[in-house]
């Protein structure tokens, strides 16, 4: 699972150097299109910046690849609710694509409270010879206009163009983190700490709450919703996980509110490794489900699991990410590292898990050799075209060469976000304000 770091070509003012880096360039999502042709991120500073890969020379065989910057836009401002005295935050939460229908992409954004709809398009011709307007766009006289000109379409500079189509509001009470678009590709959904809400891509004034948790006494409140995703092939099922550990599959067939759901994944918990920390680490993080439909994956602090859709009492696979942090989980409580929420991938063929870590450290798993490695995203380590080295850390005794203490890692560096190309082993890593795009081996 070795793999090869990919030429990057990427403009400054996005991705700086990290001593200059300020919060706003911090990468907060990451995802690539359906085709894998391109790879969008946002950031806490409200933009998006799309990447599109380069297509295959017949000179240079092997440069296919290379992801260059195609569009950015800022797509959320800072904002402020004055009924509330809030601050909302224009930092992007996530990204969805919509499958391409014609030349346009289009993709979804969010930040806490509102989802925009973006259309992104290719201009490459200009109209001249208006009837009614000068050169210059001013109108004329009409007394003036003698003749009548056909407006013709002049070659000009390719121009990518980035449009908001629609913009949904004001559904949210709470935090929205996450949104994932329904198979019909009519509908998406939006969930927040409490709520799940169903939205048709042509209204934009009014959603249908699908999940409702908040109770009458707030009071009384004792878990929150953590992430959403449907079903990749069915279009009335999804899934929500909670702040508790636990995952809902749910049946829009069954009833209008899904507060009854029609499956529930729990994993018993030891008592014997029960500790002041337990509920905090085992909150789940993200969910996602695999590509076929058949398992859902999450993401806990310490752990990845595979569910099985038809095994609700126990996840199928279990993988340790960072199990030497055990020991640490006071220190990590004390500098908030241990709220951190860490995202989880499938590879195109639901073979490979990746997940992040800190000290800039990714993880992957091979599920049918049940072999994994670390891999590490650094300007230091990771030079145009070189392999990356296996990295392991060292709990305790003797430390070799190669490997690195527990008690050296930098937490303030974590990979919480990542992408996998939906048919091709090329990966997306954001390492704080870096991106960096890795790619299998090339012979």
Do not use: G
């Given at each position: 699972m070795e793999e090869d770091i990919d030429t990057r070509k990427i403009n400054n003012s996005f991705l700086r150097d990290h001593s200059y880096a300020t919060e706003a360039d911090i990468i907060s999502t990451v995802e690539f299109n359906h085709t894998g042709e391109l790879l969008a991120t946002g950031d806490k500073g409200g933009r998006v910046v799309i990447f599109q890969r380069e297509q295959e020379s017949k000179n240079q065989v092997h440069r296919r690849g290379e992801y260059n910057v195609?569009?950015?836009f800022q797509s959320h401002e800072p904002e402020f609710d004055y009924l509330k005295s809030l601050e909302i935050e224009e930092k992007i939460n996530k990204i969805r694509w919509l499958p391409q229908q014609n030349a346009a992409y289009f993709l979804l954004s969010t930040n806490d409270k509102t989802v925009k709809l973006w259309k992104v398009s290719e201009r490459d011709k200009r109209p001249e010879g208006y009837n009614l307007k000068d050169e210059e766009g001013r109108l004329r006289d009409p007394s003036t206009i003698t003749t009548l000109r056909v407006p013709v379409l002049r070659p000009m500079d390719l121009m990518v163009e980035a449009t908001p189509r629609r913009v949904f509001a004001?559904?949210?009470?709470?935090?929205?983190?996450?949104i994932s678009v329904n198979s019909d590709y009519e509908t998406y959904m939006s969930a927040d700490d409490l709520r799940i809400n169903l939205w048709n891509f042509e209204i934009t004034n009014q959603s249908f709450n699908i999940v409702d948790i908040k109770p009458a006494n707030m009071e009384e409140l004792t878990e929150v919703i953590t992430a959403a995703e449907f079903h990749p092939h069915h279009c009335n099922t999804f899934v929500y996980s909670s702040s508790k550990g636990t995952i809902r599959l749910c049946d829009m067939r069954a009833s209008a509110l899904c507060d009854r759901h029609t499956k529930f994944?729990?994993?018993?918990?030891?008592?014997s490794n029960r500790s002041f920390f337990s509920e905090i680490i085992s909150s789940i993080s993200d969910v996602k489900f695999s590509h076929s439909g058949r398992y859902i994956m999450t993401r806990d602090y310490l752990t990845v699991k595979v569910w099985d859709l038809n095994m609700e009492n126990r996840p199928i696979e279990t993988y340790q990410v960072h199990d030497y942090l055990r020991s640490k989980l006071c220190s990590l409580y004390e500098n908030d590292c241990i709220f951190d929420k860490f995202e989880c991938v499938w590879n195109g063929s639901d073979s490979v898990i990746m997940t992040g870590s800190y000290n800039n450290f990714f993880r992957m798993f091979d599920r049918n050799t049940k072999r994994d490695v670390t891999l590490e995203a650094s300007r230091e380590n990771s030079k145009p075209r070189a392999i990356l080295k296996p990295r392991?850390?060292?709990v305790g005794g003797k430390r070799r060469k190669d490997e690195i203490s527990v008690d050296s890692l930098d937490f303030s560096k974590k990979i919480l976000h990542t992408a996998w190309h939906p048919s091709e082993n090329i990966i997306a890593v954001a390492a704080t304000n870096n991106l960096y795009?890795?790619?299998?081996?090339?012979?």
């Open positions: 195609y569009s950015t004001n559904a949210h009470t709470y935090h929205i983190n996450s994944f729990e994993e018993p918990e030891d008592p392991k850390v060292c795009i890795f790619q299998d081996k090339v012979n």
